[in-house]
Each structure stands twice: as structure tokens, then as C-alpha cells.
């Protein structure tokens, strides 16, 4: 039985059965009753405060002086730069709060798209694609990285950025540039192949984009491990992990009462 104090709780791990040797469940904080990791909830100040930062910083990536590309106005941005390393930060589901929050902020009507646009009226513009595109591509390589970032923990850092960049242009091959060909057929009536041969024109730039989100992604976990590392480990531990601040069955709490009245 474990009374509660109001302490903070620091485990005073005893010899058990329950070991990780053993191979008993152990990951995070146990669910009561189930022996399941407990998985986070809302999100806390902390990260409502990010979620605002990267939004912010993605509207400030579409600031920068775009360079226009063929006849159609959609131009070479930073916006990809800044979409990718949002969610290569936050993971999936802050990635696409913060960058989906750009979004609506700009269809609103902030002139926060690229050249100072806003309004519903992008949405019949031949970017709209990309547009849309933004959250969708910043939570796929947020929950790819999420999942590289877990897997590679320990391993060679080469290894962690060479899968973080797949993870990133992939997800920017399957949304930003198909959603961004689709724009191009729907809005501006192109066909197939003109409007892929217009895309193409934004692939040199993404791979440097990437390449250049992952480096500072990576600072950004080393610097601030809590940011995503951490947190991902925690919400899907590797079968027998053992994190910092887990409660293992066996622990003894402060405040718990041992067999014969006795207290760690």
C-alpha cells in the first residue's frame, strides 16, 4: 500500500522479483492495475509555450525574401526549412498544433505566407498545396523522429542523423511536394507532368532544407533532452528498458508502510 504525503516521490529500489533482468514490464510509471507505461496527457504550460514559439517561428521563415521560381508564384521559402525542424523538434502531435496554428492564423488573415499573403483567397492559388500541406509533413516527420530518436538511443550519432534526413524527406516527398503537385493540377490547371516538372524545380532546396533542420534538430536534443528524446522513450520504452524516474514493482516510496510496520 502506498499512503501519499505530498513529497516528492524518490524510489527506494529493494531486491524483488520484479527486475528488469527479469524481463517484468517496467516501462515508465506503471498504470494502475495493468502494468502499462503511463503514457502523457494534456499538454502543460510548457508546451503550449512551444507550440507557440514554432509557430511563430514558422511564420517568420515566410518573412524572408522568397525567391520566385517559374510563372506559377510559388517560391523557393524558408517555410520547409522551418516546418521540418518543427516537427523534427516537437514530435508529432505539437508539430502539427504549432504549424497548424500558423495555418489558421494566416487563412485568418495575418499576412504571415510567403510574400505577406493571407486569406481563403491562397487556398485558390496554386500554393495552396504546399500550404496544406505544412502540418500534415511537419507530424509525419515528427512521429518518424520520434521513433529514430528512440531506436538509436545509444548508437552512433551518424547513424541517428542519416535517419532523422530520410525521415524528413520522405515526409516531405509524400506531403509537400505531392500535395503541392496536386495544388498545382487543381489551381492552376496543369496537367500531371507540367505541374511535377514544375515541382521539381524545389528539390535541390529541400534537400539542403533538411539537411540543415536535422543539424539543428539534433543540437536542439542534445542541448534540451526533455524536448522530444526524453518523452519518446518514456511513451513507448523498448521492451526491458529502464528510464530515469521509473517506478519498477518493488519500489518502496517514501511514506509506504512495510510488512511489520517498518518504513524505507
Same mark, same amino acid.
Given at each position: 500500500?502506498?499512503?501519499?504525503?505530498?513529497?516528492?516521490?524518490?524510489?527506494?529500489?529493494?531486491?524483488?522479483?520484479?527486475?528488469?533482468?527479469?524481463?517484468?514490464?517496467?516501462?515508465?510509471?506503471?498504470?494502475?492495475?495493468?502494468?502499462?507505461?503511463?503514457?502523457?496527457?494534456?499538454?502543460?504550460?510548457?508546451?503550449?509555450?512551444?507550440?507557440?514559439?514554432?509557430?511563430?517561428?514558422?511564420?517568420?521563415?515566410?518573412?524572408?525574401?522568397?525567391?520566385?521560381?517559374?510563372?506559377?508564384?510559388?517560391?523557393?521559402?524558408?517555410?520547409?526549412?522551418?516546418?521540418?525542424?518543427?516537427?523534427?523538434?516537437?514530435?508529432?502531435?505539437?508539430?502539427?498544433?504549432?504549424?497548424?496554428?500558423? #495555418? +489558421? @492564423?494566416?487563412? *485568418?488573415?495575418?499576412?504571415?505566407?510567403?510574400?505577406?499573403?493571407? /486569406? $481563403? %483567397? &491562397? !487556398?485558390?492559388?496554386?500554393?495552396?498545396?504546399?500550404?496544406?500541406?505544412?502540418?500534415?509533413?511537419?507530424?509525419?516527420?515528427?512521429?518518424?523522429?520520434?521513433?529514430?530518436?528512440?531506436?538509436?538511443?545509444?548508437?552512433?550519432?551518424?547513424?541517428?542523423? #542519416? +535517419? @532523422?534526413?530520410? *525521415?524528413?524527406?520522405?515526409?516531405?516527398?509524400?506531403?509537400?511536394? /505531392? $500535395? %503541392? &503537385? !496536386?495544388?498545382?493540377?487543381?489551381?492552376?490547371?496543369?496537367?500531371?507532368?507540367?505541374?511535377?516538372?514544375?515541382?521539381?524545380?524545389?528539390?535541390?532546396?529541400?534537400?539542403?532544407?533538411?539537411?540543415?533542420?536535422?543539424?539543428?534538430?539534433?543540437?536542439?536534443?542534445?542541448?534540451?533532452?526533455?524536448?522530444?528524446?526524453?518523452?519518446?522513450?518514456?511513451?513507448?520504452? $523498448?521492451?526491458?528498458?529502464?528510464?530515469?524516474?521509473?517506478?519498477?514493482?518493488?519500489?518502496?516510496?517514501?511514506?509506504?508502510?512495510?510488512?511489520?510496520?517498518?518504513?524505507?
Amino acid at each position: 500500500m502506498t499512503q501519499t504525503d505530498g513529497a516528492s516521490p524518490t524510489p527506494v529500489r529493494i531486491p524483488s522479483s520484479g527486475s528488469p533482468s527479469s524481463g517484468t514490464p517496467s516501462a515508465g510509471t506503471p498504470s494502475a492495475g495493468t502494468g502499462a507505461p503511463a503514457r502523457r496527457g494534456r499538454w502543460d504550460a510548457t508546451d503550449l509555450g512551444l507550440i507557440a514559439v514554432f509557430a511563430a517561428l514558422v511564420a517568420g521563415s515566410a518573412l524572408i525574401a522568397a525567391i520566385p521560381v517559374g510563372g506559377l508564384g510559388v517560391p523557393i521559402t524558408l517555410q520547409t526549412l522551418a516546418v521540418m525542424l518543427t516537427g523534427l523538434a516537437l514530435g508529432p502531435g505539437r508539430a502539427f498544433a504549432a504549424v497548424g496554428l500558423y #495555418v +489558421l @492564423l494566416g487563412l *485568418a488573415g495575418l499576412p504571415i505566407f510567403s510574400g505577406g499573403r493571407s /486569406g $481563403l %483567397g &491562397v !487556398l485558390a492559388g496554386p500554393s495552396a498545396g504546399y500550404i496544406l500541406a505544412f502540418p500534415l509533413a511537419a507530424a509525419a516527420v515528427g512521429w518518424l523522429a520520434a521513433i529514430v530518436l528512440r531506436r538509436t538511443a545509444g548508437r552512433a550519432a551518424r547513424l541517428r542523423a #542519416v +535517419l @532523422l534526413f530520410a *525521415a524528413a524527406m520522405v515526409s516531405s516527398i509524400i506531403f509537400v511536394h /505531392g $500535395l %503541392g &503537385v !496536386l495544388g498545382m493540377m487543381v489551381n492552376a490547371k496543369l496537367d500531371f507532368s507540367k505541374a511535377f516538372l514544375a515541382d521539381l524545380a524545389f528539390y535541390p532546396g529541400d534537400v539542403i532544407k533538411n539537411a540543415l533542420a536535422v543539424t539543428i534538430a539534433l543540437s536542439l536534443h542534445k542541448a534540451f533532452p526533455d524536448l522530444l528524446l526524453r518523452r519518446a522513450r518514456k511513451a513507448d520504452p $523498448l521492451p526491458g528498458e529502464v528510464l530515469p524516474g521509473d517506478v519498477l514493482p518493488g519500489d518502496v516510496l517514501p511514506g509506504d508502510v512495510l510488512p511489520g510496520g517498518a518504513r524505507p
